[in-house]
């Protein structure tokens, strides 16, 4: 980040590549949050530098471990039926029997376009014979799990379990079935985030389709569930000019409590408007 910013003295940020414009992005969201970050790693210390860095890394690294542990259980409160319970039943525990292994989360994890339905695609998806790439997403992200091929952007990333795991992670817990009071603060609000971002989006998706996999470790080098590749494939998507119209509705949708402070009027005689 501290190279790029000396290069961007020479160079406009559009001649670097997509992948390098948004490590840059990420590094000034850094900058923002900490004010006195940038200070530290113009003026510190080798070591301290990589202090600060591996610091960074496992704040990271904790908060996803946190996360990932706790939609495991979660998620399946989300995706029983309602008045009825799973059947089979899903272990919260374990994961061996999630993913195409079982009718329900097969189903949410079914590629848009493709039919779970179907006796042989469903049988293909699990024995692995289709192999699922990067750019056949899951059809969970839409609204009702329902995907219009005519037209792909409909409902997407607006589902019911997507809301309740982005409330779970940002606002709290026991936000997902009622709104958290407004003069509580939740976890994103504490750390200043107060509106969806496109990368929380994607870090959602990708938290939600892990939850529903089998797989038993989140890492980047899980080439079963190549969460990576998932994750930049809907950054690709929210950073493509084209679609800079679909992606400011979705970012404009609340989930947020707005600050009870600012729906109450202002009393006329009250000692504030005095002061």
């Known amino acids: 980040g501290i190279l790029r910013l000396e290069q961007m003295e020479e160079t406009p940020l559009e001649d670097f590549s997509a992948e390098e414009r948004r490590e840059h992005c990420i590094f000034e969201q850094l900058l923002d949050s900490y004010p006195s970050l940038l200070d530290r790693l113009q003026n510190g210390s080798e070591e301290e530098i990589l202090h600060v860095g591996e610091l960074i890394g496992k704040g990271a690294s904790g908060v996803r471990g946190d996360d990932t542990k706790s939609l495991k259980s979660a998620i399946l409160n989300w995706i029983s039926p309602k008045g009825a319970s799973i059947q089979p039943p899903l272990h919260r525990n374990s994961k061996i029997d999630r993913g195409f292994n079982h009718e329900l989360t097969g189903l949410l994890l079914c590629p848009a376009g493709l039919d779970w339905h179907n006796a042989e695609t469903r049988e293909h998806l699990c024995s692995g014979k289709i192999l699922v790439c990067r750019d056949q997403w899951p059809v969970f992200l839409y609204a009702n799990h329902t995907y219009d091929a005519e037209d792909p952007w409909c409902s997407l990333l607006r589902s019911h379990l997507l809301t309740c795991a982005y409330k779970?992670?940002?606002t709290?817990?026991?936000?997902v079935d009622k709104d958290p009071k407004a003069m509580r603060s939740g976890n994103a609000r504490l750390h200043g985030m107060n509106c969806i971002t496109i990368a929380s989006i994607a870090y959602i998706a990708t938290?939600?389709?892990?939850a529903l996999s089998s797989s038993l470790v989140f890492s980047r080098t899980d080439t079963s569930t190549d969460s990576k590749t998932f994750y930049h494939s809907l950054l690709d998507l929210f950073e493509d000019p084209d679609k800079s119209k679909e992606v400011d509705?979705?970012?404009?949708?609340?989930?947020?409590?707005?600050s009870s402070a600012a729906k109450w009027p202002i009393s006329v005689n009250s000692a504030l408007v005095k002061i």
């Open 168 to 170: 779970h992670v940002f």
């Open 172 to 175: 709290s817990p026991s936000s």
């Open 207 to 210: 938290q939600v389709r892990f």
């Open 249 to 258: 509705e979705l970012l404009t949708y609340q989930v947020f409590p707005t």
